[in-house]
């Protein structure tokens, strides 16, 4: 099948502007790769995270050429060039953007009642990132079979896949979300969440009011499909306005919905739930929120859980 015009011309442009690949054998040119993952378009400095995502990438590109014996050596294996370094990446959540349990009790109530039928659909779904720390994909995906439920009590999430809105052009079925498995942990993990009475409660409720879809999820659109980032980003910010005072609403304050992520695991941490002192295995507690961008997870040993559910039930730990 003959190329078309457009991609001969790409890759005839690759060739005349592409280095050799034992030119990466110089530390010159490596460093001149790693100062341009570094960099945006325009020059830049870009973020912390972009860069050590396009590092990753470089990285695998070199892994690449050494398995099929272009290079005899990964550059980037081994001691760090002494004269050049990386940009500096800060782990910590940005605590301006971390709600209080005040504020947080303030707005899933705003957004429960923001609009006819999205926000009392998506009160519950903010509710599963702030009590049971999931991803919004994570929270978007739930099926029903994955809840334990009780009447009164805590309960308990498992799920072993999300669907994450990848993209058309990025799915090998055409559709915009794509299944895959929870992040940070092994293929066959099973994550399992213990969640608080007050969401157990928030989401026998909204199965109650709404139902689940045909394959069982909790949370759907009106036409049964699977909310899009972009309408759980216009529903908050629509709750932001109704919950906030105009200084709070000009700051960071709980703006993206996965601050509501942060905001659930320093709620356990004010609460006095222990932060991790080591990595452990998917069925541990530090494993609850697996991997938040804060620097502490939730729990490392076994009778943590017994500790979290035990000070998270004080009503002032619950705000």
């Known amino acids: 099948m003959p190329m078309s015009p457009e991609i001969d011309s790409a890759l005839r442009w690759l060739a005349r502007s592409s280095v050799p690949v034992s ?19 325009d020059g830049s400095a870009a973020a912390p995270e972009y860069y050590r995502r396009r590092r990753r990438t470089f990285y695998a590109a070199l892994k690449y050429a050494v398995r099929e014996r272009h290079l005899s050596a990964n550059p980037l294996d081994g001691a760090d060039d002494p004269e050049w370094k990386a940009p500096e990446v800060a782990d910590a959540v940005d605590r301006r953007r971390v709600a209080n349990p005040a504020q947080m009790r303030t ?69 915009v979300h794509e299944a895959r498995k929870p992040k940070g942990g092994p293929r066959n993990a099973i994550r399992r969440v213990p969640i608080p009475p007050v969401l157990v409660e928030m989401l026998r409720e909204h199965i109650h009011e709404h139902g689940t879809a045909p394959d069982g999820r909790l949370f759907r659109t009106y036409r049964g499909g699977i909310y899009l980032p972009s309408t759980l980003w216009r529903v908050l910010q629509e709750g ?9 609403l000009a700051s960071p304050l709980a703006r993206k919905p996965y601050d509501f992520r942060h905001a659930g695991v320093s709620w356990r941490l004010n609460a006095g739930t222990p932060a991790p002192l080591a990595p452990s295995g998917p069925d541990t507690p530090s494993k609850y929120c697996s991997g938040s961008t804060h620097t502490a997870s939730t729990e490392t040993t076994k009778d943590g859980s017994a500790r979290w559910r035990t000070r998270s039930n004080r009503p002032a730990d619950l705000g």
């Open 107 to 175: 707005l899933l109530a705003a957004i429960a009642t923001t609009g006819r039928t999205q926000g009392p659909r998506l009160a519950a779904l903010y509710g599963c990132m702030y009590y049971g720390m999931l991803r919004p994909s994570e929270a978007a995906s739930l099926l029903l079979d994955e809840c334990q439920l009780p009447e009164q009590g805590w309960g308990l999430l498992e799920f072993s896949e999300v669907r994450s809105a990848a993209g058309r052009d990025w799915t090998d079925d055409g559709e």
């Open 240 to 248: 932001r306005k109704r919950a906030l005072t105009q200084a709070q």
């Open 23 to 41: 030119a990466l054998q110089e530390a010159s040119t490596v460093s001149r790769a790693l100062d341009a993952c570094g960099r945006k378009l």
